[in-house]
């Protein structure tokens, strides 16, 4: 978006998550390039590469942990919508399952440079780290409670232990999501492989 177009923006929450996403598409066309990390990306370089001012960068962002900070904060709301079809369910189908999955892969490969980004600074920011454990925390309570009810309901098996079973299989599909499928180029069998797993560990009586 150009300059004059943001300042039409109708609020300064608009402008900011502009500014927000101009960023992530800068960081992307950087950090594409060989031997590039966030880490050494200055604010300057990424600013002009978002076509936007320094003085604009430090109007929304007090630094470069700040900034992705915002970007893991929309990253993660972005992650729970899609879990939000999981949880408050029955027993999802297999290939409602696996749709889910598609969809949380495909967010995480568009967002790359971003994870890219939140992966350098969380082991260097505690309120990242912070952030992410939290998001983390309430995966796995959300995981649980549906083992839960589907426990009470008679859909999940009573053999499962739901808090130590949750905790297993958020980590499971955070690593996988995070860390391999962005950079496979054909993820299809991986993602069969989860839903398949995540079905049969469960659901399958």
Known sequence: ?????????PN????RNDTLAALAVAAASCIDQPES???????????????????????YFEDKAE???????????????????????????????RRMLGQLANLYRENRAVL????????????????RADSFADKCAALDRHIARGQHDGWCPDSLQPAMTAAWVISMLERVLQHVI?????????????????WRTLYQP
């Open 116 to 131: 890219t980004a939140i992966q350098e600074m969380t082991p260097h920011d505690p309120l990242l780290r912070q952030a």
């Open 37 to 59: 990390t966030f880490a050494a990306l200055t604010v300057d370089r990424l600013a002009r590469q978002a076509g936007i001012s320094r003085a604009s960068f430090y109007l």
């Open 12 to 15: 300064r929450a608009a402008r």
């Open 1 to 9: 978006m150009s300059k004059q177009a943001r300042r039409r923006l």
């Open 182 to 198: 962005p950079n496979c180029h054909d993820a299809t069998s991986l993602l069969d492989t989860g839903a398949d797993i995540v």
């Open 67 to 97: 900034l992705v900070r915002a970007w893991n904060g929309d990253l993660d709301e972005q992650v729970n919508t899609v879990l939000a079809q999981w949880w408050p369910t029955k027993p999802p189908y297999p290939s409602a399952l």
